[in-house]
Nanobody, 124 residues
């Protein structure tokens, strides 16, 4: 059973950057799509980005607007989310999730393995 661990969250000022990492153990990520989601207090979980197994297909949530970049290194069993120009509305717990297929979309139901999340807090 694959387990996912996120890291890289923290406190940053508005306009700053963070790079989140999602590392897998107990299995491989290289054959499945991986997504990033986020959940702010009192809000529903929101799609952030997804990347196909090969990295050839990438999708972002509408709010990203060119600020975030998802990437993966299958040799390291890792997926990353580079976040630039952060604003307070980006404050949330960020989760990575592995899908059952090589390509996955924006629905959380397409992903069946989730990490515990990493907190991102952006101050104004």
């Amino acid at each position: 059973q694959v387990q996912l661990v996120e890291s890289g969250g923290g406190l940053v000022q508005a306009g700053g950057s963070l790079r989140l990492s999602c590392l897998a153990s107990g299995g491989t990520l290289s054959t499945v799509a991986v997504g990033w989601f986020r959940q702010a207090p009192g809000k529903e979980r929101e799609f952030v980005a997804a990347i196909s197994w090969s990295g050839g297909r990438i999708d972002y949530g509408d709010f990203v607007k060119g600020r975030f970049t998802i990437s993966r290194n299958n040799a390291k069993n890792a997926v990353y989310l580079q976040m630039n120009n952060l604003n307070p509305e980006d404050t949330a717990v960020y989760f990575c999730a592995a899908a059952r297929t090589v390509i996955a979309g924006r629905g959380s139901g397409e992903y069946d393995t989730w990490g515990q999340g990493t907190q991102v807090t952006v101050s104004s």
